[in-house]
Nanobody
Framework: QGQLVESGGRLVQAGDSLRLSCAAPRRTTMWYTMAWFRQAPGKEREFVAAISRIGTSTYNDDSVKGRFTISKDDPKSTVYLQMNSLKADDTAVYYC?????????????????WGQGTQVTVSS
């Protein structure tokens, strides 16, 4: 599948918005389920959102639904995570990942290809 490269993470204040990007090898977003996970210090990696090859999205309802939106641009082979109304609890390293279509989208173990991550810090 090749390398996934995240960008866009930075220090923001609570209530701010931020958009993360994940650049993937050509055609990756057309053929794979793409997802965002996050990992805070001392915690397990957590599912945030995923988008299927046909554009169906799913979210971690408990923590981000209604505030975060996942989208993709197939010609650019890029996946985005628009994050609004950020909270201190959203502070984490955010990872982009790719999985085979049909594998459970919310499970870490479904994803064999991961980016290096981008740090998002929300100051309260």
């Amino acid at each position: 599948q090749g390398q996934l490269v995240e960008s866009g993470g930075r220090l923001v204040q609570a209530g701010d918005s931020l958009r993360l990007s994940c650049a993937a090898p050509r055609r990756t977003t057309m053929w794979y389920t793409m997802a965002w996970f996050r990992q805070a210090p001392g915690k397990e990696r957590e599912f945030v959102a995923a988008i299927s090859r046909i554009g169906t999205s799913t979210y971690n309802d408990d923590s981000v639904k209604g505030r975060f939106t996942i989208s993709k641009d197939d010609p650019k082979s890029t996946v985005y995570l628009q994050m609004n109304s950020l909270k201190a609890d959203d502070t984490a390293v955010y990872y982009c990942a790719a999985a085979q279509p049909g594998d459970p989208a919310k499970m870490v173990t479904s994803y064999a290809n991961w980016g290096q991550g981008t740090q998002v810090t929300v100051s309260s």
